[in-house]
Structures are given as structure tokens and as C-alpha cells.
């Protein structure tokens, strides 16, 4: 299949699937990917922009797709690199990503990018909804290598390598954690085809260990609205950990049959949350 009728799949699967979500609310959807309609609503300042944030062995690529469909229905979208290196610090770099957009802003997290939104939207009244896909959505002093362990059903554990890494002081102390190249079709991503998998696997940037086990803060959540898209086939954050945490934060949910990476595989769905978010919020 070729890139532009896989495009073209994907959108009329957005249009699809947000045409009752936005028709109930009086906004609308192109029914194609028209270029002047698109520029036309990103330059009249009327949608938000939508940063969106990886995790862990991950990196910004895998927006991919929702950034083509996002930018096809006029949305302005950032996907910054996260730096995967500590709760607080990567909190207030895409922070102060958030300080350079005027506007209204979506803010989505996937799998560790959820605990990074839910500290950098603090102090950002521009901030008018969080979008938690496949993602942590913590309380103050919770980890996600804590969460993660707290269900029963996640295979991270299993399949981390830790490599240690030298500090400026010269000693040893840093561990990197990544995901076992044999392993990270089935924990990771276990809907993509082999040949993605392996290329992912191959490209993944580690999570900290001081990162993935570092306490987050005072979670914004409690003064922004959420929405919440629960992939039930996760073998990262187990299901039944990402309904507790949407419980308890008041989202909106959606659970979809979906490995870890949820924008990868059903992008159309992940979209599709993100303009529900803005529907209610615009």
C-alpha cells in the first residue's frame, strides 16, 4: 500500500470515528486532507496546539501518524523529544517548551510521557485538557516503575537491560534501562509488524532508572480535565492500572484492543480522543 492511500485509510478512519464526537458539539471534521481548509483553521488561531509527549524506548517518531492527521484537521502539534532522564527535570523541559506556545494547548503523554504531563501542565492556565494514551497519570510521590508493579500483568520487568552509565564525577552510578531486543515485540508493541518491532527495538531510547522510579509531584490533573485511552492488551502499564488511575483522576475513558503504543497502531483512535478533549474544551 502506498504512503498516500495509508494515509488516506487512516484519515477517513478519523473521520469515521469523531464525526459523532464533534457533530454532538457543532465542530467539524475535513472529510479530506484539503490543504486551504487546514491552513485556514491553524491561522485563524481557533484550535489549540497539541504537544504531544513519548516515554520510554520510545521517541517522538511514533506520533507520526497523529501528527499527519492532527495537522490535516488544522490543529498546530509539537512533539518535543522527551530526555528520559528524571521526573522533575523532564517536567520542566516540556514545561518550558509549554512557556513558547501563546495559545490554548492539548497536552498528550504516552506510557512515562503521562507522569511528564501531569507535572509540567502545573502552572499553565493555557493548558485545557491532558490526554493520557497507554500512559501513567500519578500521584504526588508515585513512580511508574511503582504502578507498573503495583497490577499484576505487566512483562516490563522481565525484560529490562540495565547498563550503567559514568556521572560527570567520573563513577558509575547511572543505569540506563532498556527493553530486551528479543523481547520487545511482545512487551512493547506485540500489533506492529516484526520488521517495525525490530527497527524500534533497535532505535529505542532508555528510560532512566532514576526517571522510571523517581516519585512525581503534585499532579495536575486535579484542576485539568483528562481523557484516558486504555490499549486492554498492554504488557507495559497493565489495564487494570490505567483504570485506576483514570478512575481516580476523573477521565474520560476509552479502552481499545491495543498493545503499548496505541498512537502506532490505531492512530485513528488516539486522534479521535484528542478531538474529543478539544471538543469539550474549546
Known sequence: MTPLRRFGNLLGTLVASCALILGLSGATVPASAD??????????????????????????????????????AGFPVIAPANPLREVAGDAAYIS???????????????????????????????????????????????SALQLAGQFPGSKLGEALLARHYPL?????????????????REVFA???????????????RPGSVTGLSGGSG????????????????DNVIPPAAQRFMAERAGSKVREINSSHVVMMSHPAAATAVVLSAYAATR
Open 35 to 72: 490543504s486551504t481548509t487546514s491552513a485556514d483553521s491553524a491561522s485563524s488561531g481557533a484550535k489549540p496546539t497539541v504537544v504531544l509527549v513519548h516515554g520510554a524506548f520510545a521517541d517522538a517518531s511514533g506520533f507520526n501518524d497523529m501528527i499527519t492527521m492532527l495537522g490535516a
Open 96 to 142: 518550558s517548551v509549554l512557556d513558547t506556545i501563546p495559545g490554548p494547548i492539548i497536552l498528550v503523554g504516552h506510557s512515562y510521557g503521562g507522569i511528564v504531563i501531569t507535572n509540567a501542565a502545573r502552572g499553565h492556565d493555557n493548558v485545557k485538557a491532558l490526554v493520557y494514551l497507554g500512559a501513567f497519570a500519578p500521584d504526588q510521590g508515585e
Open 168 to 184: 560527570p564525577d567520573g563513577t558509575k552510578n547511572g543505569v540506563d534501562g532498556y527493553i530486551t531486543a528479543e523481547k520487545f
Open 190 to 204: 506485540a500489533d506492529l509488524p516484526a520488521y517495525k518491532t525490530r527497527q524500534m527495538a533497535a532505535t529505542q
Open 218 to 233: 503534585e499532579p495536575a490533573w486535579k484542576t485539568i480535565p483528562s481523557w484516558y485511552l486504555i490499549p486492554a492488551q
